[in-house]
């Protein structure tokens, strides 16, 4: 799917949500504010940022369903508290310790690992090692177009800067919105692959039978159609 089509599917999609979403990250980053003020401690903000990210993305994918969501939902997360914040700790983990080698592998860490959440927004009872394994193997071969597409929004962060932030609130709903997407193509593309290896599994365990022609062939050769 091209990355322009991506964004126009994305624009479509938070027709009449922008506002709502808005709200949301508002309420999210009041919070955020709120705790560092009050305690003057980095991690204690850092501790909500996984069940506060599980709850925004599995609203985006109620978006990107086409059904309603509540402000409230946001708060969700909460619910698998532990799980999310384990898998937020561990995806920064790996990411930090792929960015000390250089900035690349960095960048390229933060990619392989960007579906993780999406993945445990639709199996939250996921372990958190597996997510990142699946988002990095769902990732493989689209890490360039991915990159693209986030690096397609630096006009958009440009203007965020100019309206003194508040751009940013739109640009978060686009930009995740866009991800959203992204994330349901390419799973979509595994999904097909594994029914295809699975079929390819099965024809080799059980070979057709027919004349003897057929039973002669080599059975490393299944027939795939």
Known sequence: MD???IRLAARRLLIGKWGKLAVVLLIFYAIDFLLYSLTYLTFIPIIILGPFTLGIYTIFLKIWRKEDFKIEEMFNGFKYFGRALGTYLLRYIYIFL???LLIVPGII???SYSMTFFILAENPNIKAADALWLSKQMMYGHKTQYFMLMLSFIGWFLLSILTFGIGF????SYKTMASTIF???IKGEVLYNEIIIEN???SIKSPTEGSDESTNQDSTYPDLY
């Open 200 to 202: 390819v599994e099965q």
């Open 3 to 5: 990355n322009k089509l």
């Open 183 to 185: 994330y349901q193509h």
């Open 98 to 100: 792929w960015s000390i």
């Open 169 to 172: 609130l739109f640009l978060y």
């Open 109 to 111: 860490a933060a990619i």
